[in-house]
Each structure stands twice: as structure tokens, then as C-alpha cells.
């Protein structure tokens, strides 16, 4: 376990801070680019978690993990001679 002091630095209209190398690699992240944490807030402390990884197609095209799976679609009632 690593624990370090990070100074909390303006970014835009927010803040950030900057995690080391080491320290994301730590949780699984080696490669940065592309990469997502979770980030969850419980009894005043910031939990940060390697996300789900999505696979490269995913991401390019931009594919939600949560998004709810349909397994059937209706396309209404026969209109003809289809097979039900």
C-alpha cells in the first residue's frame, strides 16, 4: 500500500491531481491512454478503482458497459405472410 501526499491543483473550472506512474500501475494501469478509474466516495475518503477495460472496438465506437442488453425486439404485429 502506497500512501502519498498529492497537492490538489486547479484544472479548468475544477480540481485535479496528479497520480504517479507507480501508483496506477499499482491498480492494474499501465497503459494511460484510454484508461478509466472508478471513483466512489465513502465515509469522507476517495476510493479510486481500475474500471472494466473495454475492449479497443468498444471504446473507438463508444459502447457502454451498462447499457441494458435487449435479448428480443418487436417489430409489431404480421403484416403478410412471415414466419412467427
Given at each position: 500500500?502506497?500512501?502519498?501526499?498529492?497537492?490538489?491543483?486547479?484544472?479548468?473550472?475544477?480540481?485535479?491531481?496528479?497520480?504517479?506512474?507507480?501508483?496506477?500501475?499499482?491498480?492494474?494501469?499501465?497503459?494511460?491512454?484510454?484508461?478509466?478509474?472508478?471513483?466512489?466516495?465513502?465515509?469522507?475518503?476517495?476510493?479510486?478503482?481500475?474500471?472494466?477495460?473495454?475492449?479497443r472496438l468498444m471504446r473507438r465506437f463508444?459502447?457502454?458497459?451498462?447499457?441494458?442488453r435487449v435479448d428480443e425486439f418487436s417489430?409489431?404485429?404480421?403484416?403478410?405472410?412471415?414466419?412467427?
Open positions: 500500500m502506497t500512501i502519498k501526499e498529492i497537492q490538489i491543483k486547479p484544472w479548468g473550472n475544477s480540481q485535479g491531481i496528479e497520480l504517479s506512474n507507480e501508483m496506477l500501475a499499482q491498480i492494474g494501469i499501465d497503459d494511460i491512454e484510454h484508461q478509466c478509474v472508478t471513483v466512489e466516495v465513502k465515509d469522507n475518503s476517495l476510493i479510486l478503482k481500475k474500471a472494466y477495460e473495454k475492449s463508444g459502447y457502454l458497459i451498462d447499457e441494458k417489430f409489431g404485429k404480421p403484416l403478410g405472410n412471415e414466419i412467427i
